[in-house]
């Protein structure tokens, strides 16, 4: 931290209630970065831990004035360093924001503050018989904020859709300070730009969302779950096309692969067993439930599953799902790891998870693919030594190898978990020129002194 | 025109394939509004009629470089001015880039240029047993290009969602003629800003859309279809109430009010009956559309409905659906028109329809209210004497005071029509002042010069 750097945090600081700033460096260790590997950080000057939208308007006016930059989080559980800190900062916690602030039957909506944890939504919404679908693996210590910050995916999307698909409104604190409402509470409504989504997914960098407006449905029957194993990759992935192609929506459909199912054996002794290739776990939670997962298991039959089981009792189907609970632990347990989140077209699962085999084999390097094979978004992890220079090396470049893969066959670098530090380096690889000078024009507009979570996301 | 104008455009038709210029008075004076009431137009200098994106682009380059403005246009159906040339203006028709690009059932998507009919779009995903959902009222003859520059929405939006929920990927070119993408083919995505959604229903202000890539749904089965009619409003807004409430979601739920049954009656002899107060029609595409449709006649019957009519089959269907169908054209007959789009929050309909009697009560003017009750967008139709200033004077302030009545209720000033002309001078009471100078920031990023639709949306 250099002199220069010093005198506008205090200027910062000097203004606002003092019971809201943390400066104790071993405090502040903890708010200085995500659950991200491969990304930097720095430490920031301040921890502002701001209690309403007056506070969080007080702290963006102040460091704005003095030109100090702002790096906003919610629960710091993403992964790709979009909550980082960057030299000179002050982070922003959210995490004192955490009322449910109205549930509504009768209009079937829910508002919140930023720092509502996601499972403590989904709860207060079942309460009042509705259902919040957005279930991103950190659901139970992720925040509304960070879900909304990064546009959060999960498990639901293959049927319900994304964070974003739930946001009808927010109140939004700008670079400079000053307060708006974006969105409406009514279920449909054109008036102006479509803002709210603008600020979904913008990972920090355009504004400081203070409150959330989400949509909810009602709340679906108990899940109904098969398990299926098959000896090759092909036959799974010619399931899910499949699935696709008969126009059949389950509200669950994830993928194991060979590497991922012998971690989890290797952890959990579940018995998997040596000869599967593919594990696909599929769950309906519609009314007609038992039909539409009949029709996938004659699929599964079809494209030859080595073993077919269903269940329609919650403790058994929990059961069933253990093996995709325990994917990322399992390949945790295998040595340092780096988590992808890519994703392609439905029909080009198959051919992306075979480069994936055939990059892991040319380098020597594990990578487990589990992930969201009903819309095509696929998290491979690779194992590594964080010690050796080499291995971090091979990992990188097998990381960039897959990406590119995943571009190359009309996919996307980043299919929920963001861009952060993590993936901006390939941001221009996805985004053509103009389109990476819109994203420079709007970011202009909203935050032209480029302070809000700069590293982050644009180049 | 003034001299002053006449040079610029010139200017650009020189640089321009002469046979997509069309400067004839007669050919240009359909090319010069929307169908919209009470919006102010110009003769547009000149309309271009581009047949690729390339040539969009170059005009919308020759435009820029001569300092021209540029209003685009679907097929003209739109109700709110928003495709009304202004002074000096070219219009840019997209009716000539009509073609469908790609239906893909394995992806579930499809592209198309951006002057497609909406119901080609339908029929084209027909064909491959998929589903495009929006079904806006001038289906047969708007185009997914118009569509989506107003985010319009139609009686599917209950069960499936408006325009941009389908929307995931666009090609855009600039007010200054650079041509880029935004989103892309996959479910799930989530690098960079969510720009697609920011073009989506801004109305031609910030950019021309080239190319459009929706996703689509399973093809659902035919509908059942249910028709209740109530002797109170009261009785059926509680339906409404109490059909959100039960957590069921029909693919359809439309409301006619007492004046909107009298005019259908009058034009069709359909004999629905003087005693009607409201009529609800309700439909379900779903596997178990017989139960939940059993339960809704079964909380109309709690309600004090009058008579509940029930079909499966699709002649009768349409035969039950014709009221709404015919519900604007009788309305048509009783005078000249003018059409709002409001939507409130579904527990306020009925207090909104009851606000909209007492106005009509009290100034005198007939205003028939009917629309899409199941998510709160209503369309109340005020019937006046064009000719006469007084009555256009008491119909302009009916219309104000429905409109304030909405945003009182927490709703909104438009629905799925959009802003246009028609609403400009309502949006900032609807937008904070900080969202509106957003709007004004977004805008000067995109179309710093302010040639694109101006007059339109934004003061």
């Known amino acids: 931290m250099t002199d220069t750097s010093v005198e506008p945090v205090e200027r910062v600081l000097q203004v606002l209630p003092p019971e809201i700033v943390v400066t104790d460096p071993d405090v502040m260790e903890g708010y200085a970065r995500d659950q991200s590997r491969f990304t930097d950080h720095a430490m920031p000057s301040a921890v502002l831990m701001p209690r309403s939208t007056e506070?969080?308007?007080?702290?963006?006016?102040?460091?704005?004035?003095?030109?100090?930059?702002?790096?906003?989080?919610?629960?710091?559980?993403?992964?790709?360093?979009?909550?980082?800190?960057?030299?000179?900062?002050?982070?922003?916690?959210?995490?004192?924001?955490?009322?449910?602030?109205?549930?509504?039957?009768?209009?079937?909506?829910?508002?919140?503050?930023?720092?509502?944890?996601?499972?403590?939504?989904?709860?207060?919404?079942?309460?009042?018989?509705?259902?919040?679908?957005?279930?991103?693996?950190?659901?139970?210590?992720?925040?509304?904020?960070?879900?909304?910050?990064?546009?959060?995916?999960?498990?639901?999307?293959?049927?319900?859709?994304?964070?974003?698909?739930?946001?009808?409104?927010?109140?939004?604190?700008?670079?400079?300070?000053?307060?708006?409402?974006?969105?409406?509470?009514?279920?449909?409504?054109?008036?102006?730009?479509?803002?709210?989504?603008?600020?979904?997914?913008?990972?920090?960098?355009?504004?400081?969302?203070?409150?959330?407006?989400?949509?909810?449905?009602?709340?679906?029957?108990?899940?109904?779950?098969?398990?299926?194993?098959?000896?090759?990759?092909?036959?799974?992935?010619?399931?899910?096309?499949?699935?696709?192609?008969?126009?059949?929506?389950?509200?669950?459909?994830?993928?194991?692969?060979?590497?991922?199912?012998?971690?989890?054996?290797?952890?959990s002794g579940m018995g998997l067993g040596e000869e599967v290739a593919a594990l696909l776990l599929v769950q309906s939670d519609d009314p007609h439930a038992e039909e539409l997962l009949g029709r996938i298991e004659g699929i599964c039959e079809e494209h030859g599953a080595v073993d077919v089981a269903r269940s329609s009792d919650p403790e058994e189907a929990a059961l069933l799902m253990e093996a995709r609970r325990l994917a990322l632990p399992a390949l945790e347990r295998l040595g340092d790891w780096l988590l992808d989140d890519v994703a392609v077209p439905r029909s080009k699962i198959v051919e992306f998870i075979a480069a994936v085999e055939e990059i892991s084999a040319r380098r020597g390097i594990t990578i487990g693919v589990f992930g969201h094979a009903g819309d095509g978004n696929l998290h491979p992890t690779l194992i590594f030594e964080d010690a050796l220079p080499e291995s971090r090396a091979t990992a990188l470049a097998a990381f960039d190898e897959m990406t590119r893969k995943a571009l190359e066959l009309g996919g996307t670098i980043t299919g929920e978990h963001g861009v952060g530090r993590l993936k901006r380096g390939w941001l221009a690889d996805e985004l053509d020129p103009v389109a990476m000078q819109v994203h420079a024009a709007v970011k202009h507009a909203l935050d032209p002194d480029g302070l809000l979570n700069p590293g982050s996301m644009l180049p």
């Open 55 to 267: 506070e969080v308007s007080a702290c963006l006016a102040a460091a704005h004035a003095a030109g100090v930059p702002v790096v906003a989080r919610g629960a710091g559980s993403g992964l790709v360093g979009a909550a980082n800190a960057s030299a000179g900062c002050v982070v922003l916690s959210l995490h004192r924001m955490d009322a449910i602030l109205e549930v509504n039957a009768a209009d079937r909506l829910a508002v919140v503050q930023p720092g509502v944890v996601t499972a403590d939504l989904r709860a207060a919404a079942r309460r009042s018989g509705l259902f919040y679908p957005p279930d991103p693996g950190s659901v139970e210590f992720s925040t509304v904020g960070g879900n909304v910050a990064t546009n959060a995916g999960g498990m639901c999307c293959v049927k319900y859709g994304v964070t974003g698909d739930f946001v009808i409104g927010l109140q939004v604190v700008l670079a400079d300070g000053r307060v708006m409402r974006t969105g409406r509470r009514t279920v449909k409504g054109v008036a102006g730009y479509d803002l709210t989504h603008l600020f979904v997914g913008s990972e920090g960098t355009l504004g400081v969302v203070t409150e959330v407006t989400v949509r909810l449905v009602p709340e679906p029957l108990a899940p109904h779950t098969v398990v299926a194993s098959f000896g090759s990759l092909t036959d799974a992935g010619a399931v899910v096309s499949a699935v696709v192609a008969a126009g059949l929506t389950p509200s669950l459909l994830e993928i194991l692969d060979r590497t991922t199912v012998q971690a989890v054996d290797a952890m």
